[in-house]
């Protein structure tokens, strides 16, 4: 390999072009981690340090447990590692998992099955887990969320068709959904706007909306949106929603929903409720690889340029697989590129043709993407 490309690639390690897919939290409600496309970095000792993503292959969602160790949903079971992922260890389930939701006692995992997706709960940490009762028709389980008053909801494709079901005390009871002309699918975001459970919804056209429960088996309309939902969340008594195209949209809740919407400065991969504060994956133009908020400004947490690699065992497979080549060699391992995602989204329909804004939104949202890559975002030190 050229000296001048071997360069290239060890600054590659440098997670400036990485974002993050999960933020993890110690037991205490701090930012300990994150799963990100750069791999798994954690907190030690108040350095970030990271294992690169090729050697954690297709990780689907990660869980941090109060002994430290992390869980890793894997298409071939719930993976352990105990030390950054340097090595890992396939713990109790053996089946592939897809996603890992955080119980009020505990974690739900759910696991793929070609016959319907099942679902199983821990109260132990995830050291083991039992089967939830089995969902009534086999249902491709996209999302699962808790409502206000604890029970846990899962959304989802039975027969591709959108569904939601609702643990009722051991039994599971399905709940209509709204029915926006050209549904295709919806997604449960828990408690949200109050006490009342959200549901996103996406159409064939390209658009979404939100949907809040309204306490006798309907929902009311809270918002229409100009593309299809990848995220929502609240706090401090103000709720944001990302949508597709990386657009970050505050919800203006002073009048009678349904409610308007408007671009706003913050981040838009991803949202993460968690107590009281909302934390978002951000854009690779920004500093940082999350961003949190308790209600007004958003803060840059987890500085990309602080991150530096792990050093893994010379035994280990992590420790050759994440090593940049030396030069002249054809040596292969981390490219420092971010890891490559099999197209799904968080609206649960991963290379669906959602359409497009119209000019309008479309002008808007530009402008918007121009102001986020123009204006600095608070950062915490």
Known sequence: MPLAAWAAMALAHDAVGSYAVRPLFDDAGDLA?????????????GAWQRVCHEALSDVRDAWLRSDGTVLLARSDGLHLTTDGGCTTAVGPITESVSLL????????AVVDDAGGDVLLRSVDGGASFAPLPALPS???????????????????????????WTDDGGAWVERALPAPAGLLVATVHGPGLGASLVVSTA???????LWMDDGAGGWTLAATLPLSPTGFGCAGGRCWVAVEQGVLL???????????????EGPARCLWAHGSEL???????TADHLEVTTGTTWTGEMPRAAIVERTCPATTEAATICAPPAPDTAQTG?????VATDGDDAGGCGGCDHGSPGAAWGLLLALAALRRATIPVVHQV
Do not use: H, K, N, Y
């Open 279 to 285: 934390w978002g994956c951000t854009e690779v133009s």
């Open 203 to 209: 159409s064939d056209d390209g658009t979404g909306a």
């Open 101 to 108: 939701l955080e119980a009020p006692d505990g974690l739900v």
């Open 334 to 338: 981390d490219t420092g590129g971010p």
């Open 33 to 45: 981690g994150a799963w990100t496309t750069w791999g798994l970095v954690l907190d030690e000792g």
């Open 250 to 264: 505050a919800i203006d809740t002073t009048t009678a929903p349904p409610w308007s919407v408007l671009t706003d």
């Open 138 to 164: 086999a249902t491709d389980v996209r999302s699962a969320a808790f409502d206000g008053a604890g029970a846990l909801v899962a959304a989802g494709l039975a027969s591709g068709a959108p569904v939601l």
